[in-house]
């Protein structure tokens, strides 16, 4: 079995208070539960209205499948229009 995760440094320019920024992050993290089926948590900055650490972590049996699952995940993030990537961090165990 072999785990993979990725942490996310997020910028989220749309929000100007932490209503704001939970209604963005609370949208991301649904549509990646949906479509990945993933564990999603927000691990940082959680008082800061415009940033927020996202982690996802997933696991399989392959690691050129978690490879290539991790990869859709970065891109899914990176396409959602209403945060900005700063940093990614991602590790297989």
């Known amino acids: 079995m072999t785990i993979g995760s990725?942490?996310?440094?997020?910028?989220?320019?749309?929000?100007?208070?932490l209503k704001?920024?939970?209604?963005?992050?609370n949208s991301l993290?649904?549509?990646l539960k949906?479509?990945?089926?993933?564990?999603?948590?927000?691990?940082?900055?959680?008082?800061?209205?415009n940033r927020a650490d996202l982690a996802i972590v997933t696991?399989?049996?392959?690691r050129s499948?978690?490879?290539s699952q991790l990869q859709e995940i970065i891109?899914?993030?990176d396409m959602f229009h209403e945060v900005v990537i700063m940093h990614i961090n991602q590790e297989i165990f």
């Open 6 to 17: 990725v942490v996310f440094e997020l910028d989220i320019d749309s929000a100007f208070s």
């Open 20 to 25: 704001e920024k939970r209604r963005v992050l």
């Open 29 to 31: 993290k649904t549509r």
């Open 34 to 49: 949906n479509k990945f089926n993933v564990a999603v948590a927000e691990v940082g900055e959680k008082d800061v209205w």
């Open 59 to 62: 696991l399989a049996d392959n």
């Open 65 to 67: 499948f978690l490879d």
């Open 75 to 77: 891109n899914f993030v």
